[in-house]
């Protein structure tokens, strides 16, 4: 998108710039928030039209503003014309490429990766857990982030409009506010996404998310910022005195989550509404006629679910693929009868790639305004030298690794997530998140998520079994044996030994279809034949839960197949 350079360029917000969940109490904010929201839809999709152009735009303003920055300088960015020059002087990089320039930024040194100064510190919610710090500046935010971000939440708003009738229609669970965020050494938040306020940070405060403005957008007991089931607790307190029409959770994990927290937690939400307190502390008027249509609903269903407790809820948001196309319709129906799940964006922390424009339930469009996107087949290795598609030249059906270039400060920076292309439209793909590019190798059979969780679809299809959850990682009985793999599974139901047996078979199967190099694996002997550890249905969400109580935030507890980690594996099983 060619932009005007004058209007383009950031203004640093003023001190008071109001806060974002604030905003929604303002005359008309639901009007505006819904026109924004489908005007840069619209922008969004008309820009569709002419891919090439925009992505060559985004290339000529991301090399002019950031020109003289050391990274543009030591890359020689002012000789640079179109991408082939860009990708001969730039190499193929990852974040350990660009963390020394990161740390000196976070110290306050300027104009090293972007000429804009950070504003905050985005910080990652990839496999490992670990805290990255993602430059985020106000370029980056007006250019790259915010158009994909308001788009984002249109077909949800325009086929579930409910959602927007009251602040306390959403519960949205990854929203996180924290009074005191930690800090890099210059002093700039090194938070998550869902912990910055856009509207005191980058003056949008059309930016808050549906349901930050509800009774639990900010929670009204003071909790550690680390007790993070606690937070989780009083919000579903809250909630169940709503008449609840959408969860936003963006990791599935969340959702899959809630079910279980209510009846974990039934007793004492019930108590609470009937005293009329929250965590203990006096909030608000006991209710008793709730706190006992709770009791009922209780004794008459025996485990409550959502659908009883919301019994309008029409909507779940959240990524809709991975691990979590295995469980999502059978969670949907834990909700309600009908109840849709809409995918989120393919993004993350450190820039977007798809969005959905409509109804798709898992695909996205590539934003071909935001970032200068770069592709290579998911089995290829990634290299600084490695050769890369454009996205005109990816085949519908084909995964591949996705590299990316913004205004922001990162350059051909591969994010270490897979897409597959789900369709091609007027030459740019829809793209669907497929799993993280980390690989099960233990003798060569080099198996992605997406392989897996394709296999474990066939299995089930066959047998017409179902799961909560899977997980899985390879053993080794003993020097002179192979190793196998084990599948630790959550039944939705209890499994027969024969169906187990025959799931088994089946997958072993499906796996040799969907790689290679596992078929040469199990036909050379280097791998034995898989084997499967059946488990409780709530053994994955005790699992997630003590995940949580380590301190680490809900949104960084994501659903992971590979689990090699002994301890962990332990941990899930219940043997540790």
Excluded at 305 to 325: N, Y
Excluded at 348 to 372: F, K, W, Y
Excluded at 556 to 575: A, E, P, S, Y
Aim: with cysteine; hydrophobic share 40%; net charge negative.
């Amino acid at each position: 998108m060619t932009t005007d350079s004058a209007a383009a360029r950031p203004t640093t917000p003023e001190p008071n710039s109001p806060s974002s969940a604030a905003g929604w109490a303002a005359p008309r904010h639901a009007e505006r928030y819904s026109e924004r929201v489908f005007a840069e839809r619209a922008r969004l999709t008309e820009a569709l039209g002419d891919p090439r152009g925009h992505q060559h735009d985004v290339l000529t303003d991301l090399l002019d503003f950031n020109s003289g920055t050391e990274f543009g300088t030591r890359h020689d960015f002012g000789r640079i014309r179109d991408v082939d020059d860009f990708r001969k002087a730039v190499p193929v990089q990852d974040y350990a490429a660009h963390a020394p320039l990161i740390e000196r930024m976070a110290a306050g040194e300027p104009n090293l990766l972007s000429a804009d100064q950070p504003v905050v510190y985005f910080t990652s919610s990839g496999s490992t857990g670990a805290h990255k710090k993602i430059p985020v500046t106000p370029r980056f935010m007006r250019t790259t982030f915010f158009p994909f971000y308001y788009a984002a939440w249109a077909p949800l708003i325009e086929n579930h409009p409910d959602v927007m009738r009251r602040p306390d229609a959403v519960l949205n669970l990854k929203h996180d506010p924290l009074s005191a965020p930690p800090t890099t050494s210059d002093g700039r938040p090194h938070v998550g996404a869902s912990q910055v306020d856009f509207g005191r940070k980058f003056g949008e405060p059309l930016s808050a998310e549906l349901g930050t403005a509800a009774p639990w957008g900010t929670l009204p007991v003071d909790i550690a910022p680390d007790d993070h089931l606690e937070k989780m607790y009083l919000r579903l307190r809250l909630a169940v005195q709503s008449d609840v029409r959408c969860l936003i959770g963006i990791n599935p994990a969340m959702i899959a989550a809630v079910p279980y927290q209510l009846g974990l937690w039934w007793e004492r939400i019930v108590k609470e509404v009937r005293d009329g307190t929250v965590g203990g502390v006096p909030h608000g008027a006991p209710d008793p006629a709730r706190a006992a249509e709770l009791t009922r609903l209780a004794d008459y269903f025996g485990t409550v679910t959502p659908a009883q407790v919301w019994p309008r809820m029409s909507a779940l948001f959240g990524w809709t693929t991975g691990v979590a196309s295995l469980y999502l319709p059978a969670l949907c129906e834990r909700f309600g009868a009908g109840v849709a799940a809409l995918p989120a964006p393919v993004a993350a922390s450190e820039g977007p790639v798809g969005v959905p424009l409509d109804r798709h339930g898992s695909a996205g469009s590539l934003v071909v305004t935001a970032s200068v996107y770069e592709f290579v087949d998911a089995d290829a290795d990634l290299t600084p030298d490695v050769e890369t598609l454009l996205p005109h030249e990816l085949e519908a059906g084909r995964e591949y690794h996705v590299i990316f270039s913004h205004v922001g400060g990162l350059y051909r920076y591969a994010v270490g997530d897979v897409v597959r292309v789900v369709d091609m439209a007027g030459g740019v793909p829809r793209l669907a998140y497929a799993g993280r590019a980390n690989r099960s190798d233990a003798v060569g059979e080099r198996l992605r998520e997406s392989q897996v969780v394709r296999a474990v679809r066939t299995a089930l299809d066959a047998t017409g079994l179902g799961l909560v959850n899977i997980a899985c990682r390879t053993e080794r009985t003993s020097r002179e044996n192979a190793p196998h793999y084990v599948f630790a599974v959550a039944p939705q139901s209890p499994w027969q030994p024969a169906e187990a047996d025959r799931f088994t078979s089946l997958l072993d199967a499906a796996l040799t279809r969907e790689s290679a190099d596992y078929a040469r694996a199990r036909t050379d002997r280097r791998l034995a034949a898989p084997a499967l550890c059946l488990l409780d249905r709530d053994a994955f969400q005790r699992d997630w839960h003590a995940a949580v109580a380590t301190g680490i935030r809900p949104t960084q507890v994501k659903d992971r197949l590979f689990r090699q980690d002994t301890t962990l594996w332990h941990r899930l099983l219940g043997t540790a």
